[in-house]
């Protein structure tokens, strides 16, 4: 496979380093390592990697692995690996609601690491393209109710994570409640007139009726939507705004 760009989120140095060397080996390179949530945060909005691995537990951050994964899935989609001395069920299930594409306990084996690494790149790929093949056929079938109930994307108002679950907001007045993360079925939406107005909301800009300073209003839907601070001068740019001298 080609070669991979890869960020290493991993407190001990040693162990930083073991990882980087084995990728290195495999062809791949690494691109950060990060020690901290903070730096994570920097070096995935820097870099953009193809994958990260990453600790669970980091001594001296501000957030653990999980956390940090969440965040960085909200920054950049990307395959996630997990690599944990911490075999507790508690931790593993926390872990999973991440979706992530594989979950490896230290001390890690080298030749298993290089396999995983391009396993789960190759799955995120396939994802991806699942989900063009689903956007180019017009139409998505959304498990609801233990059945799939297809809906058009255009149909689509806005998408709010709440929790565990995203609920959709149809223009036909329908909410739908999906039992996954937003990062994950953003993944469905990836046309143009879907803008992701926050960690929380993806709104589609067909609908958008009226825009003030601090908030929008959406077609046959009354409560105004909060456009957040950092994202209403992008949000603009989406638009076809008429200027007045």
Do not use: C
């Not at 565990?164 to 993360?181: C, F, M, R």
């Amino acid at each position: 496979m080609n070669p991979l760009t890869i960020l290493i989120v991993e407190d001990e140095t040693i162990t930083a380093m073991d990882l980087r060397e084995t990728l290195q080996e495999a062809g791949h390179r690494v691109v950060a390592i990060a020690r901290t949530f903070d730096q994570a945060l920097e070096a995935v909005k820097r870099h953009r990697p193809d994958l990260a691995l990453i600790d669970i537990q980091l001594e001296g951050s501000s957030a653990d692995g999980i956390t940090t994964a969440r965040e960085l899935l909200e920054i950049h989609r990307m395959p996630i690996i997990y690599l944990t001395a911490n075999s507790e069920p508690s931790t593993f299930q926390a872990a999973k609601k991440t979706l992530p594409a594989a979950y490896l306990l230290k001390p890690f084996r080298h030749d298993e690491l290089k396999l995983q690494v391009e396993l789960a790149y190759y799955y995120f790929q396939s994802m991806l393209k699942e989900s063009e093949d689903v956007a180019s056929s017009g139409y998505l079938y959304l498990p609801v109710d233990k059945g799939y109930e297809k809906v058009a994307p255009n149909t689509v108002l806005y998408v709010e994570a709440d929790g565990a679950y995203v609920k959709l907001y149809l223009n036909n007045g329908k909410t739908h409640h999906i039992s996954t993360n937003l990062s994950h079925l953003a993944q469905y939406f990836q046309a143009a007139n879907f803008y992701r107005l926050s960690r929380s909301l993806l709104i589609n800009l067909d609908h958008v009726e009226r825009v003030e300073p601090n908030y929008l209003f959406l077609t046959d839907y009354r409560p105004a939507i909060q456009i957040p601070a950092t994202s209403r001068k992008e949000l603009l740019k989406k638009l076809t705004i008429v200027r007045t001298k």
